[in-house]
């Protein structure tokens, strides 16, 4: 899963951060409104922690221009508690939650899940393969033959989640990187062969389902 944290004060986007990362979601950050959107337009985000007060664009112009561009992606919506929060127009501006500074930090994860679950269910997705089930949520792939549980790590489902969203489509290393992995990642790096390879070793050790496809990159069912 990745966010997009948006914070201006670095001594507390740092260890809002580190304490996600800790608990398997992939960061990005950004450290004003205009950054934010730039950010938005060029990657995909499974859900965005916006500060409210930020400098130039505020939280509530940025959550309405990402929806003005008919992006739905979940919003939580960070204020001070000194703050009189306007909630009515966070929630129709395009938020989906809001928290209070300070906020505990386990409390934070458990609305980023439910916000996220929220939004999948609407997309009512199932995702598949073989005789495989996927649970992006628990990091697992049940195979229902076999009556197996397999445990992913967080990227290695990243990618198998892209791959299974793209419908057999021929996906390139550039671009699972960076969907995938974070912004620091480095684009030339052989990140995406080795995810592949303990992907496969996992869930399809035969190589039936995914696809290698030289100079172009990898697809599943196709
Ligand atoms: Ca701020």
Redesign the pocket.
Known sequence: MKLLLV???ES?RRPVKYFLERNNFTVDEAGDGQEALDMVDTNEYDCILL????PEVDGIEVAKKIREGKNLVPIIMVT?RSQVYDKLKGFTQGADDYVTKPFDLKELVARINAVIKRSSTNKEENLTFGDNTVFPERNLVIDNKKGKEISLSNKEMGVLQYLLRSKGEIISSEVLLEHVWDREIDMFSETVKTHIKTLRKKVDPTKKYIKTVRGKGYCINC
């Open positions: 914070e201006d004060e507390l500060d409210l007060n930020l001070a």
